[in-house]
């Protein structure tokens, strides 16, 4: 009698072994694939990633009846990351309709970007952020901020205190400063952020400067904003608001010399930076507008919009404003070694390249964002980690996403040719995983042109 139960006993773990091995017919394995672990930069090779239910279940060397996964993704010779995060993404909201909201959506994917942070929010992207958690919707991973506080939402304190509140209550995951907003008001804002327990990211106002800012513990300063002008000696008695665009006009007053007090500062109160450096290569640049449109990936933009693009880039940099190349050019120069420093002594940089803003598309402008950082002196391996690991500790959800690891989200880029090496290797894709979604470069580009065939009719 034992002896038989014994036997059951046996039976019955080898049956619960069979059944913990079965695989499901939705999983998902790419093979014989090199994973870059972002953190080391070192490069694993010949790896099977097994993905099922929107996580990663296995990275091991073999596999055992490979045939019987239903979906098979060949990686020889290919190249497998974190999905990258974009972290200054503008999501559209009504009165755009529901197609374009999608599409531009999409447009992120296209490009291998697997997470998006709103920052400009509206109720709607609450209920997108919903949505693309469920899986309802083929998504980027969505954090959104409030509505925009700036000078003219928030004039007081008191409407300080209720609309923080009500934003933290409204459920957004944090809170966009816009310019404009009086120090006395500022103050109170960041002191209610504080009690009710959300934090904010975006501008510096010219008020409260970019010292008290940092002090403040913003979570991002984006646009490296306010760190020219506090470049500026005090005895230069300049009117802070006579900066122009991100202290343009100030370029040559500003002391170099002072770039490693204010990176200690953005280290010492742990402040991650947003460069958003395209921006200023490309709409706040001595290049034609004409010339951006002329781009490939403009046809994914509707006409109207380009149209308002090339006239707002004619009013920047056009014959008619003054516009200055030599003082462009130093201006550039600050602004890239604002950039390098802060990667080597600061808290650390986010990779956002403020999309869709002038000539910057919807995950193609990505590129645009990572030649920026390397003409900055950043390393290939240093911008990956920009868009991939520093996103997941900015979030506090390391475990979550921003690696490839056992158990984590199925966000993975998979790409033709090694970015440590060559960072444009990030252009050309194979596909992309999106919590557990395959998504093949053939249909990729059979979705990007029905978008184009979408804009042109806009």
């Not at 097994?50 to 990686?75: M, P, Q, R, W």
């Not at 707002?312 to 056009?318: D, H, L």
Request: glycine share 8%; aromatic share 8%; proline share 5%.
């Amino acid at each position: 009698m034992k002896k038989l139960f014994i036997i059951g006993a046996v039976l019955s773990l080898i049956s619960c072994n069979q059944a913990q091995d079965k695989i499901s017919d939705t999983a998902i394995l790419i093979s014989n694939v090199t994973i870059i672990d972002v953190v080391t930069g070192d490069l694993i090779s010949d790896r099977q990633i097994v993905v099922d239910s929107g996580k990663i279940k296995k990275i091991v060397a073999k596999l055992e009846n490979n045939e019987v996964y239903k979906t098979v993704i060949d990686g020889q010779g290919k190249y497998a990351l974190p999905g990258l995060a974009e972290m200054h993404a503008h999501i559209p909201s009504p009165p755009t309709s529901e197609v374009r909201t999608e599409e531009t959506l999409f447009l992120y994917l296209s490009n291998g970007i697997t997470t998006i942070r709103g920052m400009l929010g509206h109720p709607s992207h609450l209920e997108l952020r919903e949505a693309a958690e469920q899986g309802d919707l083929l998504s980027p991973r969505i954090f959104t901020s409030s509505p925009s506080l700036n000078g003219n939402s928030v004039i007081t304190t008191e409407e300080a205190r209720d609309k923080v509140t009500a934003y933290k209550n409204d459920g957004y995951d944090f809170l966009k400063i816009h310019p404009g907003i009086k120090r006395n008001v500022f103050d109170e804002l960041v002191k209610t952020a504080n009690e009710v327990g959300i934090s904010f990211s975006g501008h510096v106002p010219v008020d409260v400067g970019i010292e008290r800012a940092l002090k403040s513990k913003y979570a991002s300063i984006d646009h490296v904003d306010g760190f020219l002008e506090g470049l500026v000696p005090g005895s230069a008695n300049v009117n802070p608001n006579e900066n122009g665009f991100f202290g343009y006009n100030f370029t040559q007053l500003a002391d170099t010399a002072k770039i490693d007090e204010l990176v200690e500062l953005s280290k010492n109160n742990k402040v991650w930076i947003v460069p958003t450096q395209s921006l200023f290569e490309r709409w706040f640049a001595p290049i034609d507008g004409e010339t951006l449109l002329q781009q490939p990936e403009m046809k994914y933009m509707p006409a109207s919009t380009l149209s308002n693009w090339k006239v707002r880039k004619e009013a920047s940099t056009g014959p008619d404003t003054n516009f200055d190349t030599k003082q462009w050019e130093t201006f550039i120069d600050i602004r890239r070694k604002l950039i390098y420093s802060i990667n080597k002594k600061g808290h650390g940089l986010l990779l956002g390249s403020d999309a869709p803003q002038l000539f910057n598309v919807p995950g193609f402008s990505i590129h645009h964002e990572i030649d920026g950082m390397l003409a900055s002196g950043l390393s290939p391996i240093e911008i990956i980690r920009s868009g991939t690991v520093n996103p997941a500790r900015f979030f506090d959800m390391e475990a979550v996403f921003g690696q490839l690891k056992e158990g984590m989200d199925a966000d993975i880029l998979l790409v033709n040719s090694n970015p440590v090496e060559d960072i444009s290797a990030l252009k050309d894709l194979s596909g992309v995983v999106v919590r557990g979604v395959w998504l093949s470069k053939e249909a990729i580009d059979q979705k990007l042109q029905l978008i184009a065939q979408s804009a042109s009719a806009q």
